[in-house]
């Protein structure tokens, strides 16, 4: 079965530094990925969505690459600010019309 | 908001009791779903709902009941639920239902926290 695997610890990283958070997977070639933001006793928000055949994708600070041969995608916040601060959260394409598979999620955090 | 809205934001229920979550959303979506998101686990798929037809029970225990009156509105129906049924529950829609990219993008509510004691 598809598997996701997210950094379980969190990542702590100084304000004004590049975070890179990554997300492996498994068993399967996803068509797209999808990362998400999610604030304590919040749902998730929508960030990015990467297709298969993209390198990589950019919206403000934020960047995500697809790299289909190492099944990995990386996300990217560059100047990063406290407010950055949140878990971020990966789905990719199950294959089915609706189901996403998840990872766990990775908890960033940006000291002042 | 996120034009997903689900009540009541917190819940606490005894394992006897009947209770019902909602969720409404005003973004003209065709597709609803409840997830399940328990701590440091991924999000576990519940059910989902296209066009106000059920068309996923993703192997979920009967103690939990979901309802889709119209595609605006979904619910979540419990009852004798178990100490492990807690955790935030999550409303979601989409567009459509679709392997295509962009379908399957997912606007959540902020969830309603459940414990069961």
């Known amino acids: 079965s598809q598997k996701i695997e997210q950094n379980s610890e969190a990542l702590n990283i100084q304000e004004g530094k590049t975070a890179t958070l990554t997300c492996n997977y498994t068993?399967?070639?996803?068509?797209?990925l999808q990362w998400y933001r999610q604030d304590p006793g919040r749902g998730p928000v929508f960030l990015l969505l990467?297709?298969?055949n993209e390198k990589e994708k950019r919206k403000e600070r934020l960047k995500v690459t697809f790299d289909t041969t190492l099944k990995q995608s990386l996300f990217h916040i560059t100047a990063s600010q406290p407010a950055d601060s949140a878990t971020y959260l990966c789905?990719?394409?199950?294959?089915?019309?609706?189901?996403?598979?998840w990872g766990a999620g990775t908890k960033l955090i940006i000291k002042p | 908001e996120t034009g997903v809205t689900q009540t009541p934001r917190h819940l606490v229920m005894g394992m006897t009791n009947k209770k019902s979550l909602k969720c409404e959303q005003h973004l003209g979506h065709n597709a609803m779903y409840w997830y399940k998101q328990s701590a440091k686990k991924p999000l576990e798929l519940m059910f989902v709902?296209?066009?106000?037809?059920?068309?996923e029970n993703n192997s979920v225990p009967s103690r939990f009941s979901p309802e889709c009156p119209n595609s605006s509105h979904l619910f979540l129906h419990l009852h004798t639920l178990q100490p492990e049924d807690s955790a935030l529950y999550l409303c979601?829609?989409?567009?459509?239902?679709?392997?295509?990219?962009?379908?399957?993008?997912?606007?959540f509510g902020a969830g309603s926290r459940l414990t069961v004691l």
């Open positions: 979601a829609s989409s567009r459509q239902l679709g392997r295509r990219s962009g379908a399957n993008v997912l606007t």
């Open positions: 068993n399967y070639s996803p068509a797209y």
């Open positions: 990467i297709r298969e």
């Open positions: 709902y296209s066009l106000e037809e059920r068309v």
């Open positions: 789905a990719l394409e199950s294959g089915s019309n609706y189901q996403l598979i």
